[in-house]
């Protein structure tokens, strides 16, 4: 009874040994159906490359966004080249000034009394002025222009004093002693001597031209009486040649 006991326990570990080597190679032939069924690696490396081409695609999508942003760029270059025929398009028109260019057929303000030029910034209406009196010289239009000698400071239309010398206008070499540019010679002395008194606000009277048969004009000289405050007989003459003086 114990052999065949012995017999059956060999036999049936026996039994288990061929159960396991079939089991082994049931899990190698599992692992490799579990290879290609499971798909751990197939799947991975078609995941990997779908990967990769969805990674091409994005990068595909990378290069046209570098695309899109070679047309930003394009358009950049499109807005320098905007800015660039803009500029010619000043350069062509003219100087450009407050939005405006030069007229085509050049500046003009209708005014005798300027020099109109086309400048950098624009028409330039400049007054004509040789002298720094403010004034244009009359010969550009007498209506308007009233300064009758552009090249003698002192003869301007502000002028209120009185000059002994003339004044020498350009072009003809003609003396003047209108230093005031009203057109006439304006003399300053124009009264002849008295004998002397004591006016009604107290001072001497009397004061003028004596010897003479009219009034000296501008520039020459002649005798001329004043009369002067004395303290033994209240006023007394005091003669002396004097020159009559302009404007």
């Known amino acids: 009874m114990r052999r065949r006991s012995s017999r059956g326990a060999m036999r049936g570990l026996a039994a288990l040994l061929v159960a396991g080597l079939a089991l082994g190679c049931g899990d190698e032939t599992t692992i490799g159906e579990g290879t290609d069924a499971g798909g751990g690696f197939d799947a991975g490396p078609l995941g990997t490359e779908d990967a990769g081409a969805d990674g091409e ?56 009394c300027t020099a109109d030029s086309c400048g950098p910034s624009g028409c330039v209406f400049e007054l004509v002025d040789g002298d720094g009196d403010g004034y244009a010289p009359s010969h550009l239009d007498p209506s308007a222009c009233m300064d009758c000698n552009d090249t003698e400071m002192d003869a301007s239309p502000d002028q209120r004093a009185f ?51 009219g009034v000296p004009p501008c520039g020459t000289a002649q005798t001329y009486r004043r009369c002067v405050p004395s303290s033994s007989a209240g006023c007394v003459p005091r003669e002396g040649p004097r020159t009559q003086e302009c404007r």
């Open 57 to 112: 695609d994005a990068g595909a999508g990378d290069t046209d966004g570098g695309t899109d942003g070679g047309d930003g760029g394009a358009l950049a270059d499109a807005g320098s080249g905007g800015g660039d025929d803009g500029g010619s398009s000043g350069a062509d028109g003219g100087p450009v000034v407050d939005g405006g260019v030069c007229p085509p057929d050049g500046c003009d303000d209708s005014d005798a």
């Open 163 to 213: 000059f002994d010398r003339p004044h020498t206008i350009p072009g003809g070499g003609t003396s003047s002693y209108d230093w005031n540019c009203d057109g006439t010679e304006e003399r300053r002395w124009t009264g002849f001597g008295t004998d002397c008194g004591v006016g009604p606000g107290g001072g001497c009277t009397g004061d003028g031209w004596v010897g003479v048969d």
